[in-house]
């Protein structure tokens, strides 16, 4: 047996094990405080603990120190354990088993404002706090960070007719009754309101382009210029194409609507007051006129310039026969596209999901997708469309086609398969050889569904009493048959695994804990969500004391209070007992008053509480016995009259008066050291009795002065005292009550915009918010150093990003009045990096010849789904924009210049550096040039020779063929 020797004087024993203890609970959320207890069952004192973190190694939190205690202030989500051990001397205790602690994130909600953040008077706005876990909430609003009470408890805050009054900065938060009980705080909106619009009227500029121009107020003039219609891909299509139309609108405002017109010999609405894209199908071959325009409120833009659509029948094959040659003539269907998804079309939340477009005639192909006949942006030109986390957005219709540069050029639209989730996808393929695209596939309906919930129920209740019986019962939403696991404290619980129900006969602590359950079964769903945890709470029943005034020793004739205490407090109903019998004339009364005491009075007294609801019973007291005596007068036979006297006076004066005094005062916070004092005026050798919240407080008992090394919420409350000693008067008046209040210093949080992450060159600010508001001075600190050049003020700006700026930034407040300082925030880490380059790149070469076909493709070094911009010499390159490659199917010279681009998307980084500048050179093909060498003048010299010897001939002539 391992053993360990504390000193030569004290006994051997096995080396202890701690247990350790959380508080409030193992599973909470992001910025919840958690007491950490290091229990050491041991009679030894002098023990000093120390804390670890297990990963793959434990790692110290703390030196060893004093206390058993460890209050940590979680930010990280998921799972973590921890350990503790204990250190006397040089003997080392067992490790604790390890507690693992799961840390969830705090939903958090966001403000949605509707027109727009910045409206005019008189306008209506909506204000919504939209929390993205859903669930039932309560709203708290907050208006430059002070409550918003005509706004409290609702999800929607409406302001009917706006003015100057309702700007400022609005916040919301979440409340509820289960965990987790609140959310984040939102991010600030920033309501603007501005004078009402005096004028609308337009004017011409030099290139003929209408604008709107709404005059806000003298010094803000809102400029719109006419929305300008563009059509994607092109305006002369064939039946059956699906074009995009989008109206852009280059305006300062936000919160515009479009409304959509067809143009005929009168306009016809397509769609009202909607989103600045609007899709169409092709079906009637002709020419028709299409038409936007913008509004807010009751202000509107004027109407775009009219797109002309041409839609062509798509040719049909002709078979043409000679009269004297036979012909096979074959027409071919287009490629058949097909949506496969994988696992299967119906899924559940969080699982992944691919959807493949596949073409049957294979190649190489691009692919367009759509999601109830949509495009699908984010899926286009790619066969596989993964899905990581599913959810149910993703539900609906997905087809796809493919589209490529050679016949046939596009494949047939695949059939739409559904994922059941809410949203049709579809998808098709391109590529650049024959077929170029496929047809659309037939729209996917993807169903994402919940997995059943697991739900534990508690009976009789989740606070049970010792001795009680208790039943927990796994309950499925689904119904069905299943086999349940059990866990507790997230370990199996091997004796309840399989049963849906596990019955505890005769509860004690031991069965304390986080009671969890999950089914499965071998058909799908096979397994179950994992319940949310149960805690149960196997406590003493209540326990009741008899407190008895002025003593328990009292005199005949005095007047005696009997008071029945229950220590957990409520409403009850009180049971008398003196020596075991009922006493019938105190039934049901906190209080049995004596008024006249005399020695039928002297007994043992009991009582214990009763009522309707749990716990229905308290323990019965422990006995007081009352004893009456002969008063002062009467004992003191053969003594003097003025003995007499000064003994009944000194019986018959006021008793001395105990005070509770603080130090350092009464509010207080979490961590300070606190002093409580019970001062009794007559002065004198007292012991002194401690009371919290009416009942003994035994670590004080006996000592004047209550010492508080760690001050948490638990030490609140009201504390009384009073003095004893042997000699009279025997005690003193009992003091009146002091409450102690502990709270949480404010804390400090570093709030970054635009982000944490950023970019080179980009302007940034963080800024030291300390919940509590008031005036404050900050310290502020990169990497745990000072950073001087921010000292006391409460936004640090960066103007000009670089990476000397990287690193994890901390603040806090300090002030002149309590509390004197904040707690240091969390730390932000700032990165700062690059943004993605992009490159031009030509081909076949920058220096073409006229007629030639020139491929220019933007490059982004860090991949991802971008849409691009083009320009040359500095211009937007409309005819290329937001495509990857610019095609110039026959160059000539009015293609040179100087070509740039740029990438942009909806997510970080929104857009890329723009690239260097690559010159494009067309000329005209070099003409050959016949020269001749040596001269173009020669002498010819013809040898003629017979049976192989030389023969001269005279007037020969040479003629040329």
């Not at 833009?301 to 036979?326: A, F, G, L, W």
């Not at 916070?669 to 002065?683: A, K, N, P």
């Not at 001749?932 to 023969?951: D, F, L, Q, S």
Request: hydrophobic share 30%; aromatic share 10%.
């Amino acid at each position: 047996m391992s053993v360990f020797i504390p000193s030569s004087s004290e006994n051997i024993t096995e080396i202890p094990t701690p247990t350790l203890r959380v508080d409030p609970h193992t599973t909470v959320y992001t910025g919840d405080t958690l007491t950490l207890t290091c229990d050491l069952q041991i009679s030894l004192t002098g023990w000093r603990f120390r804390w670890y973190k297990v990963s793959q190694q434990l790692n110290p939190l703390t030196e060893y120190k004093d206390t058993n205690t460890l209050s940590i202030t979680v930010s990280d989500t998921g799972t973590a354990e921890y350990q503790c051990v204990a250190l006397r001397g040089d003997y080392v205790s067992h490790y604790s088993a390890p507690v693992k602690i799961t840390v969830r994130e705090r939903p958090k909600p966001t403000v949605k404002v509707q027109p727009a953040e910045r409206v005019f008077i008189r306008e209506r706005v909506t204000l919504t706090c939209d929390i993205e876990s859903g669930g039932d909430w309560s709203y708290e609003w907050f208006k430059n960070n002070d409550p918003l009470s005509e706004a409290q408890w609702r999800k929607n805050y409406e302001i009917s007719n706006v003015d100057g009054s309702h700007e400022g900065d609005y916040t919301c938060k979440g409340r509820r009754s289960t965990e987790p009980h609140y959310s984040e705080i939102s991010a600030a909106v920033r309501l603007t309101v501005s004078d009402v619009a005096v004028a609308v009227g337009s004017a011409v500029m030099e290139d003929s382009a209408v604008l709107s121009v709404v005059v806000v107020n003298s010094s803000d003039v809102a400029v719109v210029k006419k929305p300008t219609l563009r059509v994607y891909p092109h305006t002369t299509v064939y039946t059956g194409d699906t074009l995009t139309l989008t109206c852009d609108l280059q305006s300062s405002l936000a919160g515009w609507k479009f409304t959509w017109f067809k143009v005929s010999q009168q306009l016809e609405c397509l769609r009202e007051l909607g989103p600045n894209t609007l899709s169409i199908t092709a079906s009637d071959s002709g020419t028709t006129e299409y038409q936007c325009q913008a509004f807010r409120g009751s202000y509107d833009s004027y109407p775009s310039n009219r797109v002309k659509i041409t839609v062509r029948e798509k040719p049909k094959p002709t078979q043409r026969v000679d009269p004297h040659t036979t012909v096979k003539t074959t027409v071919r269907e287009r490629p058949k596209a097909t949506v496969k998804v994988q696992p299967a079309e119906r899924v559940f939340i969080r699982e992944r999901v691919t959807l493949t477009c596949d073409i049957e005639s294979g190649g190489v192909w691009n692919y367009e997708w759509f999601k109830n006949n949509d495009p699908l942006s984010e899926a286009q030109w790619r066969k596989n469309y993964e899905i990581s986390d599913v959810d149910g957005s993703h539900e609906g219709d997905y087809t796809c086609k493919g589209r490529r540069s050679t016949e046939p050029r596009y494949s047939e639209i695949s059939a739409a398969v559904r994922l059941t989730v809410s949203g049709d996808y579809t998808c098709k393929g391109r590529r650049s050889t024959e077929p170029r695209y496929s047809e659309i596939s037939a729209a996917v309906r993807l169903t994402v569904s919940e997995r059943p919930k697991a739900t534990v129920k508690v009976q009789p209740a989740e606070r049970v009493f010792i001795r009680e019986r208790v039943t927990l019962t796994c309950d499925i939403e689904s119904g069905g048959v299943w086999n349940y696991e059990w866990f507790k404290n997230n370990d199996p619980l091997s004796e309840a695994q399989w049963r849906k129900n596990y019955e505890i006969s005769n509860a004690d602590g031991s069965h304390e804990g986080d009671y969890t359950c999950k089914g499965r079964r071998s058909t799908e769903p096979s397994y179950s969500e994992i319940s949310a945890a149960v805690r149960l709470t196997v406590s003493e029943r209540p326990k009741a004391t008899v407190k008895v005034q002025p003593a328990e020793r009292v005199f005949i004739r005095e007047r005696v209070t009997l008071t029945c205490d229950i220590e957990s407090g409520g409403v009850w109903n009180y049971e008398w007992f003196k020596n075991n019998d009922p006493l019938s004339e105190a039934q049901w009364r906190k209080n049995y008053e004596i008024s006249n005491a005399d020695g039928s009075h002297e007994g043992d007294y009991t009582c214990k509480g009763r009522r309707s609801t749990e716990p229905s019973y308290s323990e019965i007291s422990a006995a007081v016995r009352l004893t009456v005596s002969d008063d002062p007068v009467t004992q003191l036979s053969g003594v003097t009259y003025c003995e007499i006297l000064k003994n009944v006076n000194q019986h018959s004066k006021e008793r001395p008066k105990a005070t509770v005094k603080v130090q350092p005062a009464e509010r207080v916070f979490i961590r300070q050291r606190v002093t409580l004092t019970c001062d009794i005026e007559s002065g004198g050798v007292w012991s002194y009795e401690w009371f919290k919240n009416n009942d003994p407080l035994s670590e004080a008992q006996w000592r004047k002065n209550y010492e508080i090394s760690n001050a948490d919420g638990s030490h609140e409350g009201d504390y009384t005292c009073k003095g004893r000693r042997s000699t009279e008067p025997r005690y003193s008046e009992i003091s009146a009550a002091v409450r102690l209040t502990v709270s949480e210093r404010p804390k400090a949080t570093v709030k970054v915009q635009p982000a944490e992450r950023v970019f080179i060159r980009q302007r940034v600010t963080l800024t030291c918010d300390i919940e509590s508001g008031g005036v404050w001075n900050y310290e502020w600190f990169k990497n745990n150093d000072p950073l001087s050049e921010a000292q006391w003020r409460k936004n640090y700006e960066i103007s000009n990003a670089d990476g000397s700026h990287e690193g994890d930034y901390t603040c806090k407040g300090r002030r002149s009045t309590e509390p004197r300082y904040s707690e240091i925030s969390a730390a932000v880490r700032l990165t700062v990096s690059e943004r993605p380059k992009a490159t031009v790149k030509v081909q076949p070469a920058e220096r073409v010849f006229i007629r030639q076909r020139v491929t220019l493709t933007c490059d982004i070094e860090s991949g991802g789904v971008w849409n691009y911009e083009w320009f040359k010499n500095n211009d937007p390159l409309s005819e290329a924009q937001w495509r990857k490659n610019y095609e110039i199917s026959n160059a000539d010279g009015s293609h040179e210049g100087d070509y740039t681009c740029k990438g942009r998307r909806s997510t970080e980084p929104r857009f890329s550096e723009i690239s260097a500048a690559v010159r494009l050179t067309v000329s005209e093909k070099p003409t050959p040039t016949r020269r001749v060498y040596p001269h173009t003048t020669v002498k010819t010299t013809v040898r003629v020779t017979a049976n192989g010897k030389p023969v001269n001939v005279s007037g020969l002539v040479c003629v040329s063929d």
